[in-house]
């Protein structure tokens, strides 16, 4: 596929034998990212790791320092007793067994994160079919399954997200979008490799952080050095 002349400007601006501190890196991206919407920062990290091996799966969760840009639309299962915590602290639907049944019987998943209480998964059962391949089932692990709902859904608000890594052993993650000034991305760039760092299988052998790569939305790929983030 033949790249744009606007690509192909740009991407002069970047030396490909470089690998660039992080600083350099987001600063660098930042002036190839002259398209004409607000696009966003993403990092891509190879791993150490071998991805058929679940016991060497990277998953976490975490709460970025500032704004990725994009709040996500969230669903609460939840019973009564929680439906104003859950309203109070900005999830877009709340609902019980009404709710649930009314998905099972529709099968539209129109939210992007599901939240509930524990005492709500075994009626969530009968939607795992729907829920379970898009990612969307809440689980403990990504903490989306919990009793305090108002925690939950405010630090999803927040921009909390959940990653983990794919089949060939990479992370991709935006840290925010081109308009946030360059200190802010680097906290958040800098939290990201922190949370992956302290979730590091201890079967890893070898270097963990193989390659680090950041880009912009239709921007050229920066390579950052990985010493500089170990």
Same mark, same amino acid.
């Given at each position: 596929?033949?790249? #744009?002349?606007?690509? +192909?400007?740009? =991407?002069?601006?970047?030396?490909?034998?470089?690998?660039? #501190?992080? @600083?350099?890196?987001?600063?660098?991206?930042?002036?190839?990212?002259?398209?004409?919407?607000? *696009?966003?920062?993403?990092?891509?990290?190879?791993?150490?790791?071998? %991805? @058929?091996? =679940? @016991? +060497?799966?990277?998953?976490?969760? &975490?709460?970025?320092?500032?704004? /990725? !840009?994009?709040t996500?639309?969230? /669903?609460?299962?939840?019973? +009564?007793?929680?439906?104003?915590?859950?309203? @109070?602290?900005?999830?877009?639907?709340? $609902?019980?067994?009404?709710?649930?049944?009314?998905?099972?019987?529709?099968g539209?998943?129109?939210?992007?994160?599901?939240?509930?209480?524990?005492?709500?998964?075994?009626?969530?059962?009968?939607?795992?079919?729907?829920? !379970?391949?898009?990612?969307?089932?809440?689980?403990?692990?990504?903490?989306?399954?919990?009793?305090?709902?108002?925690?939950?859904?405010?630090?999803?608000?927040?921009?909390? /997200?959940?990653?983990?890594?794919?089949s060939? *052993?990479?992370?991709?993650?935006?840290? $925010?979008?081109?308009?946030?000034?360059?200190?802010?991305?680097?906290?958040? &760039?800098?939290?990201?490799?922190?949370?992956?760092?302290?979730?590091?299988? #201890? #079967?890893?052998?070898?270097?963990?952080?193989?390659?680090?790569?950041?880009?912009?939305?239709? !921007? %050229?790929g920066? +390579?950052?050095?990985? =010493?500089s983030?170990?």
């Amino acid at each position: 596929m033949a790249h #744009s002349k606007r690509f +192909q400007e740009v =991407s002069k601006l970047v030396d490909k034998a470089k690998k660039y #501190s992080p @600083e350099e890196a987001i600063d660098l991206a930042k002036k190839t990212a002259n398209t004409k919407f607000t *696009g966003s920062v993403e990092l891509h990290i190879r791993l150490g790791i071998d %991805p @058929e091996k =679940s @016991e +060497q799966s990277v998953r976490a969760t &975490l709460v970025f320092p500032n704004t /990725i !840009g994009k709040t996500k639309k969230i /669903i609460a299962f939840v019973g +009564q007793d929680k439906e104003k915590d859950a309203k @109070e602290a900005g999830a877009d639907l709340v $609902g019980g067994e009404e709710l649930i049944n009314e998905i099972a019987q529709s099968g539209k998943t129109d939210f992007e994160v599901a939240v509930a209480t524990p005492d709500m998964m075994p009626k969530l059962a009968k939607l795992a079919k729907l829920l !379970g391949p898009k990612g969307l089932m809440p689980n403990p692990k990504t903490d989306t399954v919990g009793p305090n709902v108002k925690k939950m859904v405010e630090d999803l608000k927040k921009g909390k /997200i959940a990653f983990k890594n794919d089949s060939t *052993g990479i992370i991709h993650q935006a840290i $925010g979008k081109t308009d946030l000034d360059n200190a802010k991305l680097l906290e958040n &760039l800098n939290a990201l490799m922190e949370v992956i760092k302290k979730a590091k299988p #201890s #079967s890893a052998k070898g270097a963990y952080l193989k390659s680090v790569t950041l880009t912009t939305t239709m !921007g %050229p790929g920066i +390579q950052i050095d990985p =010493s500089s983030l170990a």
